[in-house]
């Protein structure tokens, strides 16, 4: 059974890089994961992806921002996002989804979240 | 790509059937079948409840179904029941090769 876990800080200070982290369990195959984040009370904002043979993809509004990147040997995916605002606070998820059999599948295994907030 | 639009709520007594559109562009919902629906409960982590338009992934009530007609897709929940209270947001790929979010519908069980 595939699970995935964030980690990362609660607090950040503005204009500071946050680093988030997705440790996976359960396989070391199939690490295609895609960071999700939801602002309190808000929608979900998909951020980037990186697929099983680490193409890497970026949401066109924050790319400038965020850097996504694999250790397979530790089974984790982290992000990274410069220069935050409070606008970043939100709850960071991330999701497997997989490019399978010429499709892509949907974000079928997510995370439990974490909370950050951007705040001196 | 600018997020999908959702009605922000939608209500329905047990054992009703209700629909939640999602209204997207031929940039993403009316280019591609892949839109996706995840079913989120207060504090929880999302659900997928509804993948590639129209599939139900293993597990999900039959109860949910899925459509799509040009830029608009859709969710139908028949046979409410009061676990089906919850937020719901569709999910489209996009021609940018970036995945896009509608806002979200707080469904509410009468």
């Known amino acids: 059974q595939v699970t995935l876990r964030e980690s990362g800080p609660a607090l950040v200070e503005p204009t500071q890089t946050l680093t988030l982290t997705c440790t996976f369990s359960?396989?070391?195959?199939?690490?295609?994961v895609s960071w999700i984040r939801q602002p309190p009370g808000k929608a979900l904002e998909w951020l980037a992806h990186?697929?099983?043979?680490?193409?890497?993809y970026y949401s066109t509004s924050l790319k400038t921002r965020l850097i996504i990147s694999k250790d397979t040997s530790k089974s984790q995916v982290v992000l990274t996002m410069s220069n935050v605002d409070r606008l970043d606070t939100a709850t960071y998820y991330c999701?497997?989804?997989?490019?399978?059999?010429?499709?892509?599948?949907?974000?079928?295994?997510w995370g439990q979240g974490t909370v950050v907030t951007v705040s001196s | 790509h600018s997020a999908l639009t959702q009605p922000a709520s939608v209500s329905g007594s047990p054992g009703q059937s209700i629909t939640i559109s999602c209204i997207g562009t031929?940039?993403?919902?009316?280019?591609?079948?892949?839109v996706s629906w995840y079913q989120q409960h207060p504090g929880k982590a999302p659900k997928v409840m509804i993948y590639?338009?129209?599939k139900r992934p293993s597990g999900v009530s039959s109860r949910f179904s899925g459509s799509k007609s040009g830029d608009t897709a859709s969710l139908t929940i028949s046979g409410l029941q009061g676990e089906d209270e919850a937020v719901y947001y569709c999910?489209?790929?996009?021609?940018?090769?970036?995945?896009?979010f509608g806002g979200g519908t707080k469904l509410t069980v009468l």
């Open positions: 999701a497997r989804m997989m490019w399978k059999f010429g499709r892509w599948s949907p974000f079928d295994i």
């Open positions: 359960g396989t070391t195959s199939a690490m295609c």
């Open positions: 990186i697929d099983c043979d680490d193409d890497k």
């Open positions: 031929s940039s993403d919902v009316g280019d591609y079948d892949y």
């Open positions: 590639d338009v129209n």
């Open positions: 999910s489209s790929y996009t021609s940018s090769t970036t995945w896009v």
